[in-house]
């Protein structure tokens, strides 16, 4: 049975079997004897992106991963990296640190700061995600255009990221076939991505995103 931690658009954690590119966390949120999640869904202000593979380290998912026996921070999956913006994450400083250091460059680009630091970025962050409670913004269609890729935007339940012009339906196996904004005409529509994230998208931080975004 799959584990209750692959993240959507959203920032919903879900049971499923697809992983995605990327892991990633927001601290210990998961209880290693039952190896399910806890009430709470986050223990710190920075949710962080990082590489599956890194220093050939080998983690039991939602297992005790901490010297002693204890649970060590909880990994969560994403389908790729514009999926895990739009849930309110950033790059981590220890398995991705030029990533890192290219997104909170850019957010110092965009708000004016002459020295950013991630904690920064963290606090801007956690006021908008709204999985920690933060509220999104409406769009509408004349917006769209204005947006950068890898920008993620909603109708009811569904999620679309854009890319070149075009909107992807989302989904934990990948992205549907690009089709026109024109399909989103007369819909109501928020926009997912943190604005934060978005300043540091149209200040040139480009996403990983998954193949099918590709195809």
Not at 73 to 102: I, K, M, S, Y
Not at 185 to 213: N, Q
């Amino acid at each position: 049975m799959p584990l209750q931690n692959r993240v959507d658009p959203f920032g919903a954690i879900h049971a499923v079997p697809e992983r995605g590119l990327f892991t990633g966390n927001r601290g210990i949120i998961h209880d290693p004897a039952t190896r399910t999640l806890l009430k709470k869904r986050w223990a710190l202000q920075a949710w962080i992106i990082c590489a599956c593979q890194f220093r050939n380290v080998r983690r039991e998912p939602m297992g005790r991963n901490r010297p002693g026996g204890k649970a060590g921070w909880t990994e969560l999956f994403f389908l790729d990296e514009v999926t895990a913006l739009a849930a309110g994450h950033r790059p981590c400083f220890f398995c991705q640190r030029e990533r890192a250091r290219d997104f909170v460059g850019r957010f110092g680009e965009a708000f004016g700061v002459a020295e950013p630091r991630a904690p920064q970025v963290d606090k801007r962050l956690h006021k908008e995600r709204l999985a920690s409670g933060g509220k999104r913004p409406a769009v509408a269609m004349h917006d769209l255009s204005g947006l950068p890729d890898g920008a993620v935007i909603a109708t009811g339940g569904s999620a679309y990221a854009l890319r070149h012009g075009k909107a992807l339906r989302w989904s934990f196996a990948g992205y549907g076939p690009p089709a026109g904004l024109g399909q989103l005409e007369d819909k109501a529509l928020m926009l997912l991505t943190p604005e934060t994230t978005l300043a540091v998208l149209k200040h040139g931080f480009r996403p990983v995103w998954h193949p099918s975004a590709e195809a």
